[in-house]
């Protein structure tokens, strides 16, 4: 089963423009995490936000966290065409198994 | 380069066959992650070992199994294929010893097409 549900489920938006992606989860967690993956390839860690932290920065990425709504977002400021790719939220959570459990992901596109 | 090497790249066989994947983790990393990647279930997680003990099992199928061997490298066997195992196998592995899972290093992926 999915922890983590992303929306959108596919995002186009203009080069320069910023892309905003959602991530909602059900059960409380330790970390919430972010991952691009080009198409048909591995992926890659973007940025990991601990439950006590409720905004992080990594270059052009911004995270947020809100752990009373069980949602996150990632922003990506003044998007490149290199950004098309799909991005996945992933949940380590509190309970249960040692593991990540990922979202179904966002794909983005940027038009050049 | 994520420091996780997966064989084969590709590989295709048939119905009712058997296969194994092959994963190496970075250098150093104990836990090893298995997940599988189709697109009508997404990502899914199927196991994870640490240190050559298996440490928590997801939606893996009992034809399905996999180990972790003392140099760390893991294997997925996967017997009895079926049209749906078709899919993208992740291996990826952390350094991450405590209670939380922190960054994954994925490997390139195994594709594996069942005909």
């Known amino acids: 089963s999915q922890q983590g549900e992303e929306d959108p489920q596919a995002l186009s938006i203009q080069e320069g423009e910023n892309a905003t992606m959602n991530c909602s989860y059900k059960?409380?967690?330790?970390?919430l995490q972010w991952y691009r993956q080009n198409s048909g390839r591995g992926l890659v860690h973007l940025i990991l936000?601990?439950?006590?932290?409720r905004e992080k920065h990594s270059g052009r990425l911004r995270v947020t966290l809100d752990t009373s709504k069980k949602s996150s977002s990632l922003l990506i400021t003044a998007s490149r065409a290199a950004d098309t790719a799909s991005y996945f939220c992933?949940?380590?959570?509190?309970?249960?198994?040692?593991?990540?459990?990922f979202g179904q992901g966002t794909r983005l596109t940027i038009n050049p | 380069d994520s420091g996780v090497t997966q064989t084969p790249k590709h590989l295709i066989t048939a119905t009712g066959q058997r296969v194994t994947l092959r994963c190496s983790p970075r250098?150093?990393?104990?836990?090893v992650y298995w997940y599988q990647q189709s697109l009508d279930q997404g990502l899914q997680f199927l196991i994870q070992?640490?240190?050559?003990?298996?440490?928590a099992k997801g939606n893996i199928l009992e034809r399905f199994s996999a180990q972790q061997f003392p140099d760390l490298h893991s294997e997925l066997n996967l017997s009895s294929l079926e049209l749906g195992d078709s899919a993208l196998y992740f291996c990826?592995?952390?350094?991450?010893?405590?209670?939380?899972?922190?960054?994954?290093?994925f490997g390139e992926g195994s594709r594996l097409t069942v005909l």
């Open positions: 936000i601990r439950s006590n932290e």
């Open positions: 990826a592995s952390s350094p991450t010893t405590g209670l939380y899972t922190g960054e994954l290093f």
């Open positions: 070992y640490y240190n050559g003990e298996e440490r």
């Open positions: 250098s150093g990393d104990l836990s």
């Open positions: 992933a949940t380590d959570r509190i309970q249960g198994a040692q593991k990540l459990v």
């Open positions: 059960t409380s967690i330790n970390n």
